[in-house]
């Protein structure tokens, strides 16, 4: 269970909820952060992009199209490119929407056909602060000690249009006591430049995650190491192969280790298993035989059990 006594319980592996209980309830919706904290994760992760008006918006995507009813209710406000920008809406317009599971919005397809149907339901979009009050209200009312893992989303992006989004995320982080490692909070991003920002120019003392996607970032580990605590691998960076039924590892995650960086790769879901036969075989050989410290994961109860059998 999440513990008080370790520092951000990185003495043991973590279970991060990927987006709340995203594989049970439409992603990064207050339900799906409230069944999540029941289900005792470590760490609850907030996607993190700002509205017009600043306030950044607990969400996935840049785009609102694929999650939520904003075709419908404000069909004038796309952009040439035939998309609805989070940017360009206030948090009162936004809370207007309602928001349901994944969809492609062309075909308007489920992504995940057997999650949540979509269009049921009466969610919401919510913003950083309201998250971060049910976390803490939770914490307080269970005597839980269940952190945070925000991840800024696209500064580049938010850069462009002129806004700056980590600082003022960092602000609402450190005025809910977020400001060091010890203070249950990892902060994530996939911008390597912003994230060295964060520490070195900005001077942040929390725990910081660098995200990875591309096989040429393997080799900048030690770059990572100057300014970052672990890092955010695509769980595919962590496998080479599979020879006469056993998995083969690249070293991705001893050359972390030595560095002194925790691993926490993306994403255990068990309706999208791809080369495993099971969500069992997934975590068996990703948390057992790769040795990673952390999972991020849709379905927290499952990785929450199989690791409290070990
Ligand atoms: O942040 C870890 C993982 O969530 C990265 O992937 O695209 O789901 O934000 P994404
Ligand atoms: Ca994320």
Redesign the pocket.
Known sequence: NPSKKDNNNMNTKIVIA??GASGYLPEHTMEAKAMAYAMNPHFI?Q?LVLSKDNVPIVI?DIYLDDVTDVATKFPGRKRKDNRFYVIDFTFTELQMLKVTERFNPETGEQFYPNRYPKGKGNFRLHSFEEEIELIQGLNKSTGKNIGIYP?IKDPAFHQKEGKKITEIVLKILSDYGYQTKKDNCIL?CFDAKELERIRLELKSDLFLVQ?MEFEEETKQLEHFATYADGI?PWYKQVLEKKVGGKWLFTTLVSDAHKLGLKVHP??FRADSLDEFTTFDEMMETLLMEAGVDGA?TDYPDLVVNFLKEK
């Open positions: 990927h987006r992760e996607d996935h991840e994530q995200l955010g993306y994403t991020f």
